[in-house]
């Protein structure tokens, strides 16, 4: 494995993922698709390889970019459960992680991720949340009972433009999801189980580690 030069891993055997991310990168900045900055995307990254899941759930799809640097960086045998509301985005993501060596190893499932959450069964080491930001609360409820009794919950976005821990008013089309996200750290930080990092590159990350 080696760094490149925005800090997060890659194989470099794996010219053709190497060359997947990038042509993702591009595709979603050039179509305004929400993918992770790069800040916050070596936050991720550095988690997922200390944590090494084998069972991982993804809250919002998008094209799939997370998803490929979560694969890459986790067990081999690595399995990945990723949600996503958006047909036409589910339909992106499939085509490019189809063109992955990780393409048998994750499922796509299509609709709201409220309801899909309360579909799944077993454990996951590691979940990553980035979807719908007003329903962080909820979609931590949801995934507790699913998740290993030593996994990880990383959440993206969690300070949302400067607004979450800003001392500054917040523009009434944002209050609920600010709130909502106040709300969110409140439930990671004030919880016993749960050790949790707020880094504050991008828009705000928070890792939750989850002791035995």
């Known amino acids: 494995m080696k760094s490149d030069d925005k800090g997060y891993k890659v194989d470099k055997e794996d010219k053709e993922l190497t060359a997947l ?18 800040q916050g995307l070596l936050v991720l990254t550095e988690a997922v390889a200390q ?17 490929l640097y979560i694969a890459a960086n986790s067990a081999g045998d690595v399995e990945i459960v990723t949600l996503e509301l958006s047909d036409e985005r589910a339909d992106e ?3 490019f ?11 796509i499932i299509r609709g709201d991720a409220g309801e899909n959450i309360l579909r799944q069964s077993g454990s ?10 007003g329903q962080y609360p909820d979609y931590f409820r949801k995934v507790y009972p699913l998740l290993a009794e030593d996994g990880v919950v990383i959440a993206d976005n969690v ?11 917040v523009p009434r089309r ?15 930080t004030e ?11 991008g828009d705000g990350l928070a890792v939750s580690w989850r002791y035995r």
């Open 51 to 67: 944590k090494k899941p084998r069972r991982v759930l993804e809250i919002g799809t998008a094209i799939g970019y997370s998803t």
């Open 174 to 188: 944002f209050r609920t999801i600010v709130k909502r996200l106040r709300e969110y750290i409140g439930m990671v």
């Open 93 to 95: 993501a499939e085509n």
């Open 97 to 107: 992680i189809g063109r992955s060596r990780f393409a048998g190893q994750i499922d």
């Open 191 to 201: 919880n016993d189980e749960f050790r949790t990092e707020i880094h504050e590159d």
């Open 124 to 133: 996951f080491d590691l979940v990553f949340i980035d979807a719908a930001k």
């Open 159 to 169: 300070l949302f433009r400067g607004y979450v821990r800003g001392s500054g008013p």
């Open 21 to 38: 991310l990038a042509e993702m990168k591009e595709y979603g900045e050039a179509n305004h698709v929400p993918i992770i900055n790069s």
